[in-house]
Each structure stands twice: as structure tokens, then as C-alpha cells.
């Protein structure tokens, strides 16, 4: 049984009439007529009754309906989850993050890749800028937010915020 098979099948359910469900489907009515029939013999059942007046569903077609839809279904998501794995819309994205980075552009950037790439599931780990680049080398993260650009030649530096940097000390300080 073959996916165009089903969608052939619904077509005549849906409309009770080869000719429509040809036009439909966007075959010729022998074509289509061919699939139903080899349908119904991978299946070893009689999908209609088909007179000259009308066609009908026997009770194997109306059992087959629901099942052919949830065929069908099914197959529309296998192939938009292919296609969001292909575009990297699902999977884990892992984070290293140094301390600071959590109160300046990490949430931002986090909150909006989660609005875009939803079943995507994004781990955040605080490390030293060193363990990251460790980590980025052997594949542990996949992204990292340090304080320093990173030494390595194979790494590649984006700034994405700067952080204020203040020096607090008592009142009574002479400074």
C-alpha cells in the first residue's frame, strides 16, 4: 500500500465518484480506478460497491476511512518533522555561559532562538571562559558567552553585548 493509493482512496470516499476524485487527485479515471483496485487487493478486500448509478462504500471502506486519514496524518508530520530537523528547528542546543552573561544579552538571544526554534531544547551551563573553549573544541557546547575573545584560531568571536563595569566601595572610602 503506497501513501498516493490512500489519498486516492479518500478522494472517492470523499466524493463518491471516481470521475471527481480524478480531477481531484489530478490523474486520469483509469489510473485512479487502477489504484483503488490494486488498494484493494494489497488489503484483500472490496473498498465499494460500484454500479452504473453509484458508488458506495462497503463496510471495509468505512472502517478504512479513519485509518487512511491517520495514515495520511501521520505521514505529514514525518515529513515536517524531516524538514524542521533539516532546518535545525529540533534537536538540543547546549550553552556555556560565563556568570555575568545571564543578566545581559544570554536571556534576550535565548528567549527569542526558543520563539523561532521551539522544539529545540536549549541547555545552559555557567563556565569559566577557558572551559568554554575547551568545551567548544570537543563538542560539549554548542555555543558559548564569554568575557573574552577567544585565542583559538579554530573559534570564531561575535560580540553580542558589553557589560558595565563598576568599581562600588564604601562611603567613607577615600578613593
Do not use: K
Request: hydrophobic share 45%.
Amino acid at each position: 500500500m503506497e501513501l498516493r493509493h490512500c489519498r486516492s482512496f479518500l478522494a472517492v470516499a470523499e466524493t463518491l465518484s471516481f470521475r471527481a476524485a480524478a480531477e481531484q487527485v489530478n490523474v486520469s479515471q483509469s489510473a485512479l480506478s487502477r489504484q483503488i483496485q490494486q488498494l484493494e487487493e494489497a488489503l484483500g478486500v472490496q473498498l465499494f460497491d460500484r454500479s452504473r448509478r453509484a458508488v458506495e462504500l462497503t463496510a471495509a471502506g468505512r472502517a478504512f476511512v479513519p485509518e487512511a486519514r491517520r495514515v495520511l496524518d501521520q505521514a505529514d508530520r514525518a515529513q515536517r518533522a524531516a524538514q524542521r530537523a533539516a532546518r535545525g528547528e529540533t534537536g538540543q542546543l547546549t550553552i556555556g555561559f560565563v556568570g555575568p552573561a545571564i543578566y545581559g544579552a544570554v536571556p534576550t538571544l535565548v528567549r527569542a532562538f526558543r520563539a523561532e526554534a521551539p522544539d529545540v531544547e536549549v541547555r545552559l551551563h555557567e563556565m569559566r571562559t577557558e572551559a568554554q573553549r575547551t568545551a567548544l573544541r570537543d563538542g560539549t557546547i554548542d555555543v558559548g558567552f564569554a568575557g573574552l575573545e577567544p585565542d583559538a584560531p579554530a573559534l570564531r568571536s561575535e560580540i553580542v553585548g558589553q557589560d558595565e563595569v563598576m568599581m562600588v566601595l564604601p562611603a567613607d572610602h577615600p578613593r
